[in-house]
């Protein structure tokens, strides 16, 4: 059974900082890319930070050098250190996953967690 469970969201003051934690299990998380996604009311969902399994990580723009995507093959878990939050980062935050099918990741994210609030006040 694939499972995604993601901790450590709350509230803070701009300019706080919170770690996000996703744990795993039930999939081969080292051959998988995985990655953060947020979704606000009204809002489409967007991709926050997302790293394969060559260690390469993409950030969205809007987050780049404020926040950092990192994991651990042997925990089978994925953070994310969100630092100078500011308040339009408000929003779900969502780890997701994709396993790597052959040579090539589905265009779909099949695993996803059920979230964790991020609110940041000014």
């Known amino acids: 059974q694939v499972q995604l469970v993601e901790s450590g969201g709350g509230s803070v003051q701009a300019g706080g900082a919170l770690r996000l934690s996703c744990a795993t299990s039930?999939?081969?998380?080292?051959?998988?890319?995985v990655g953060w996604f947020r979704q606000a009311p009204g809002k489409e969902r967007e991709g926050v930070a997302i790293i394969n399994i060559g260690d390469i990580i993409r950030y969205a723009p809007s987050v780049k050098g404020r926040f950092t995507i990192s994991k651990d093959n042997s925990k089978n878990i994925l953070y994310l250190q969100m630092n100078n939050l500011k308040p339009e980062d408000t929003s779900m935050y969502f780890c997701a996953a994709r396993p790597l099918i052959g040579t090539e990741y589905p265009a779909q994210w099949p695993y996803w967690g059920q979230g964790t609030q991020v609110t940041v006040s000014s």
């Open positions: 039930g999939f081969s998380f080292d051959v998988s890319e």
